[in-house]
């Protein structure tokens, strides 16, 4: 599957679904991180934000500016030149970190998003994830 325009279309309007408002914000991203140390269980990435407390003020202010940043990317997803530009400022901020765990996280997001929203187009955002963020922000 190709992340083409209506693949955008669905991982905008279930991105909206899933992080709606408020604190179903952060209850959907404490459930990301928790499904993915579950199965990645080095914190050592996040020692910065006290990683090993999910729920700690560190980790949660760690989690609201990771799914900003999500959001922001989400949102221009059909707008390549904004795209682009996001894209190349996440990669130049994130290569101070070494190697980031993106694909194991989007496969856990992928996990979340199901659990979440019922009949939720996982290959959408396997496309849209890997086609355009993680290419984006790993160049």
Sequence with gaps: ???????????????????????????????????????NPDRSLFNRVNGDNVYSPEFKAHMVRVFAGFDILISVLDDKPVLDQALAHYAAFHKQFGTIPFKAFGQTMFQTIAEHIHGADIGAWRACYAEQIVTGITA
């Design 1 to 39: 599957t190709d992340c083409g325009i209506l693949q955008r279309i669905k991982v905008k309007q279930q991105w909206a679904q899933v992080y709606s408002v408020g604190e179903s914000r952060t209850d959907f991203a404490i459930d990301v991180f928790n499904n993915f140390f579950r199965t």
